[in-house]
C-alpha cells in the first residue's frame, strides 16, 4: 500500500501543525449560534456536530481560507450535496450498525462474515459512486480536490478490481445456502439433550421435507396438535451435559428453523436472554455451520484480511464534516430565496488589518425580521480602532449589533458566508463573550463579583488577536463603582492590543475614555452609538461622541421604572 495515507478530512487541515482552541457553551449561548443552528438542522446529533466545528478555532489564515473554498464548491453545486448525503446516509448505517464495528475477528461465526462480506460490497460500491461524482464536478477547493484523489487512490490502490472478484465468487456461494438441517439428540424420555447442525442445503424445506416424515414415523396423524403450544404433556428438564440445551429451547429453535427461509438469519438474531445460557445455542449452531462451510469461511477470513486496509469507518468519518457544509449551503439556499444577501468572507495576514465588515447584520433577524426593513450597518477594526465603547437606547439594537460581529468571526473561520456585503478579517485565536450571568451563578459571589472573577479570566486568555465582546459588563453595582472597574478593564485590554466591543450604559466612560485629554493613554478607543431619530430608533452606528450622559435614565427604561412608563 505504500506510505500511510492522511487522514481524510476537509474541516481540519494539515492536523499535525495547526491546533484548534474550543470556544465556550456560554460564547456560542451568548452569541445566539446555538439556537440558529435548531434551525440550520433539526436533528439534534446535527445540531451538536454543527456548533462543535463552528467553536473549533485557529487563527491560521489558511483554515479558514481552505474551509471557505470547500463551502463554497459544494453550495455552487447542489447536485454533489445530493448524491454525497444518499451515499454517505448508506455508509452511516453500515458504519453504525455493521459488524465492522466489532473490535476483532476472533470468535466470529460464518454468519458475521457473510454479512461483513455484503458491507464490503456495499462499501466499494459506495467508493466508486464518490469517485465519479466527484470526477468531473469543476471543483476549485483545495479540499475536495485533495478528497478526490484520496477517494481515486482508495479505488484504484486498494485492490479493488480483485476484491469486486473475489467477492463474486464468495456471493455465488453464500446466496446458495437457503436451510439447514438440525439433528438433536434425545435421552430414553425421548427429551432433547444435544443440538447439532446436520447438513447445509441449497434449497429450502417444504411440507414434505424431513420433519413431516419424522412425525408420521412416531404417531398418528390425528394425535399431532393442530398449534404449536405446548400441552404439557411432556416433561422438559435441562440437560446438564456439555453443549446440552433447555428443552424449551431445542423445540424454538425447530420451530424457528422450519419456519425462517433464511435460518442463518434466526439463529444468529434470535431474541434470547443471556441469564438461562440460551444464547450459547446460538454460538454453538453457528460454530456448527462454521465447521461444515470450513472451506468457505477460511475463503472468507483470507479475503477479509488481505483488504484489512479498506475501512468503512473512514469513510464514515467524512460524513459529519460533509453534513456540515451541506446543511448551512441549504440553510442560505433559503435565506437567499427570501431576499437575505450574504457574501464569501476573505481571510487576512495582517494583523494591523483587524476587520472590514459592510453592511453586516445579526443573523437572528433572518428569524423574525425581513429582509426590507433589517438595518445593515458597516465597522472596521484597525490600529486606531480597537475598542468600541458602544451606546445608545435601550432595545435599540446595542446587543443585536454586539453578537453580529462575533457570529461574523465564528461564522467565517468556519468556512461558511456571513450576514455581509463583505467581510474580510484576521481570524481570532479565541472569540469570548462576557454577558449577564444566569441569577444562579451569582448566588456565591454576587453579580459584582462573579463580573469580576468571569472578566479576569477571560482577560487571561486574550492576545492580541482575539475578540472580547462585553455586554453591560459592571453595570449591577453603582455607577461610581462600576465606572471604576471599566477604566481599568478598558485600559489593560488596549494594552494586550485586542479587539473589543464594549456594549455599556455608562455613558460618561465612553465621553472620558475618548475625550483629547486621554488620547494617548486610550489611544484605540472610540465612542460608537446607536442614532436614534427622533423618538424613533434607526439602529444605525455611528462614530460619535454618546447622546447624553444618562446612565440611570437608561436603566430606569430598561426595568420599566421611569415616570412614563410607570403611569402608561
Not at 481560507?65 to 463554497?72: H, I, K, M, Q, S
Not at 413431516?212 to 403450544?229: G, N, S, Y
Not at 485590554?493 to 493613554?521: F, V, W
Request: proline share 4%; net charge negative; glycine share 6%.
Amino acid at each position: 500500500m505504500g506510505a500511510e495515507r492522511a487522514k481524510l478530512t476537509i474541516l481540519f487541515p494539515d492536523q499535525d501543525r495547526i491546533e484548534y482552541r474550543a470556544m465556550s457553551d456560554e460564547t456560542m449561548h451568548d452569541l445566539g449560534l446555538d439556537a440558529l443552528c435548531q434551525k440550520v438542522t433539526a436533528e439534534p446529533r446535527e445540531q451538536a456536530m454543527i456548533l462543535q466545528v463552528l467553536r473549533s478555532l485557529s487563527p491560521d489564515p489558511g483554515v479558514a481560507r481552505y474551509r471557505a473554498e470547500v463551502f463554497d464548491d459544494l453550495y455552487h453545486h447542489p447536485e454533489i450535496r445530493e448524491k454525497l448525503l444518499s451515499l454517505l446516509d448508506h455508509v452511516k448505517f453500515l458504519n453504525d450498525f455493521g459488524a465492522t464495528r466489532r473490535s476483532s475477528e476472533e470468535g466470529i461465526g460464518v454468519w458475521d462474515l457473510i454479512h461483513r462480506l455484503d458491507e464490503l460490497r456495499d462499501y466499494i460500491a459506495t467508493v466508486e459512486a464518490m469517485e465519479e461524482c466527484l470526477r468531473d464536478a469543476g471543483l476549485r477547493s483545495a479540499g475536495l480536490r485533495q478528497l478526490r484523489e484520496d477517494i481515486h487512490a482508495i479505488w484504484e490502490n486498494s485492490g479493488f478490481e480483485g476484491l469486486k472478484k473475489d467477492i463474486a465468487a464468495l456471493q455465488a456461494t453464500t446466496n446458495s445456502v437457503k436451510s439447514v438441517t438440525v439433528g438433536l439428540n434425545l435421552n430414553e424420555r425421548f427429551e432433547p439433550v444435544q443440538a447439532g447442525l446436520v447438513s447445509v442445503n441449497s434449497r429450502p424445506f417444504t411440507r414434505s421435507g424431513l420433519l413431516q416424515h419424522f412425525a408420521e414415523a412416531l404417531t398418528r396423524k390425528d394425535q399431532i396438535q393442530p398449534t404449536e403450544e405446548w400441552n404439557g404433556s411432556m416433561s422438559w428438564q435441562p440437560a446438564d451435559s456439555a453443549g446440552s440445551i433447555v428443552g424449551e429451547k431445542a423445540r424454538e429453535l425447530v420451530r424457528t428453523t422450519v419456519r425462517m427461509r433464511n435460518p442463518l438469519l434466526a439463529m444468529t438474531m434470535a431474541n434470547v436472554p443471556d441469564a438461562d445460557g440460551a444464547r450459547d445455542l446460538t454460538r454453538t449452531m453457528d460454530s456448527a455451520l462454521t465447521h461444515l462451510l470450513s472451506s468457505l469461511v477460511r475463503k472468507l477470513r483470507e479475503v477479509l484480511n488481505r483488504y484489512a486496509a479498506i475501512s468503512i469507518r473512514e469513510v464514515a468519518d467524512l460524513i459529519p464534516e460533509l453534513v456540515y457544509y451541506i446543511r448551512w449551503a441549504e440553510y442560505w439556499e433559503k435565506r437567499e430565496k427570501e431576499g437575505w444577501t450574504f457574501c464569501r468572507p476573505e481571510a487576512l495576514d495582517e494583523p494591523e488589518a483587524g476587520m472590514t465588515a459592510q453592511g453586516f447584520y445579526n443573523l437572528k433577524l433572518t428569524l423574525v425580521e425581513s429582509p426590507e426593513t433589517t438595518v445593515r450597518n458597516d465597522l472596521s477594526f484597525d490600529g486606531e480602532h480597537r475598542i468600541y465603547l458602544l451606546t445608545g437606547a435601550n432595545r435599540g439594537g446595542k446587543t443585536t449589533v454586539t453578537q453580529a460581529v462575533g457570529q461574523l468571526f465564528l461564522l467565517a473561520q468556519g468556512g461558511l458566508y456571513v450576514p455581509a456585503k463583505r467581510f474580510a478579517y484576521v481570524p481570532a485565536d479565541c472569540v469570548l463573550t462576557h454577558f449577564p450571568a444566569d441569577e444562579d451563578r451569582t448566588l456565591d459571589l454576587g453579580r459584582l463579583g462573579e463580573e469580576c472573577r468571569r472578566f479576569r479570566e477571560q482577560f487571561g486568555q486574550c492576545t492580541d488577536r482575539s475578540l472580547m465582546l462585553l455586554n453591560e459588563s459592571f453595570s449591577t453595582t453603582s455607577f461610581e463603582e462600576g465606572y471604576y472597574i471599566a477604566t481599568d478593564a478598558v485600559k489593560a485590554l488596549l494594552r494586550r492590543g485586542s479587539r473589543c466591543i464594549y456594549n455599556t450604559h455608562m455613558h460618561k466612560l465612553a465621553m472620558d475614555l475618548t475625550a483629547p485629554e486621554h488620547a494617548g493613554e486610550f489611544a484605540g478607543a472610540c465612542s460608537l452609538t446607536v442614532r436614534s431619530e427622533g423618538h424613533q430608533r434607526s439602529f444605525r452606528l455611528e462614530l460619535a461622541p454618546p447622546e447624553g450622559s444618562s446612565y440611570a435614565r437608561d436603566i430606569a427604561e430598561k426595568y420599566g421604572v421611569t415616570y412614563e412608563q410607570l403611569m402608561a
